[in-house]
């Protein structure tokens, strides 16, 4: 079996999409890519994440050549693949439905640093340019809003898209970037939030970098 490890990962993060609330129903895809054998690992289009087995996961070259699976890869496999081809940095790709990163994503918007926690993403979470889903637009709009700096896009009226050096990183930055949505919206609702300097933000930034182990 053709990288067992990568579909064991997305086997039990895509139930973790579903049991932190990061969507609903068979919502969201994720992807990891193995650079040293240029393949990429992805969850199936319209499975249950509940029901997905490491036979399930499709494993494809980067021109979509499907190496071994028998199912439809994830709708949204342009998207992953354009990330792959434009960020060398990233080698996970998690794209969820979240209620409040989504909310944000539909007023067309970008999520402001309203909380420092956004700084595991960068010094905002710009909103891309709506396309229809499992389009080419759709995937070149998300990885121009990414650009080389940020590591989470908003999807406008879709949803959000984060990405990181392995899956950890990206299913880290997809939680905190919904809790950092939903403190945005419950803040607007009673009035202005304060939005944290860039001058502190290029602090956080950096900081970040060496955070955890």
């Known amino acids: 079996m053709i990288l067992e490890k990568e579909r064991q990962l997305i086997v039990e993060y895509g139930k973790k999409l579903l049991e932190n609330n990061l969507t609903t129903g068979t919502g969201g895809n994720l992807s990891i890519l193995n650079r040293d054998q240029n393949l990429l690992a992805i969850s199936p289009s319209g499975v249950d994440y509940y029901q997905i087995t490491k036979e399930d996961i499709v494993i494809l070259d980067l021109e979509k050549n499907i190496i071994e699976g028998n199912n439809k890869p994830s709708s949204e496999l342009a998207m992953h693949l354009t990330v792959y081809k434009n960020r060398k940095d990233i080698n996970s790709v998690v794209h969820t439905h979240s209620i409040f990163a989504t909310s944000v994503a539909c007023l067309n918007i970008d999520l402001p640093?309203?909380?420092y926690m956004i700084a595991v993403a960068g010094d905002k979470v710009p909103c891309a340019d709506y396309a229809s889903f499992g389009t080419d637009k759709l995937a070149q709009n998300a990885v121009e809003s990414l650009g080389k700096k940020y590591k989470a896009v908003l999807l406008s009226n879709h949803g959000l898209l984060s990405c990181g050096k392995d899956i950890s990183e990206a299913f880290n930055i997809a939680?905190?970037?919904?809790?950092?949505?939903?403190?945005?919206?419950?803040?607007?609702?009673?009035?202005?939030?304060v939005i944290i300097s860039s001058e502190e933000m290029n602090k956080m930034e950096t900081a970040f970098k060496n955070y955890g182990q």
């Open 175 to 193: 939680e905190e970037i919904e809790y950092v949505a939903e403190v945005y919206l419950r803040t607007k609702a009673v009035g202005d939030p």
């Open 113 to 115: 640093p309203v909380h």
